[in-house]
């Protein structure tokens, strides 16, 4: 499937591309376009809008992008679950909300400095969520054997 969201990616346009290919659509294509080309690249590609303003996809509420996707597309893995609080609050300012998130923001705001292409970023960040997911992995598995 097509994917489309605002250009100049960071936290939630990183971790949703991350999240869309490991577990909903593992051949996804992205594209990143201005915020008012969005809707023409719906309509002409049939692209899924997402993290983009009126989307289903988008914000809602006290809910970012990356909780959307998880709660239309029914992940219940509850590493998921812990990551998204994280990215949650590194992508809605509530830094305080989630010991990790200042870390996560720091990081995506390094890399979208370091690398300003859009592909390439994602490209280079992915390996921090799978890091991140791993590591909310372990935190579950540890806080289960208690």
Request: glycine share 6%.
């Amino acid at each position: 499937m097509k994917w489309v969201t605002r250009a100049h990616v960071h936290v939630d346009r990183v971790a949703c591309p991350w999240l869309i290919t490991r577990f909903v659509d593992s051949d996804a294509e992205f594209f990143f376009v201005a915020t008012s080309e969005v809707e023409a690249v719906v309509k002409r590609d049939g692209a899924i809008p997402f993290d983009a303003p009126g989307v289903e996809l988008g914000h809602h509420g006290d809910q970012c992008s990356f909780d959307a996707i998880i709660g239309k597309y029914g992940l219940k893995d509850k590493a998921l679950q812990r990551m998204a609080k994280i990215i949650n609050a590194a992508d809605t300012d509530r830094l305080d909300a989630d010991p990790i998130a200042t870390g996560l923001e720091a990081i995506a705001s390094g890399y979208r400095v370091r690398y300003p292409n859009d592909i390439e970023n994602l490209s280079q960040q992915f390996e921090v969520y799978d890091a991140l997911y791993t590591w909310c992995r372990l935190e579950i598995a540890q806080s289960e054997e208690r």
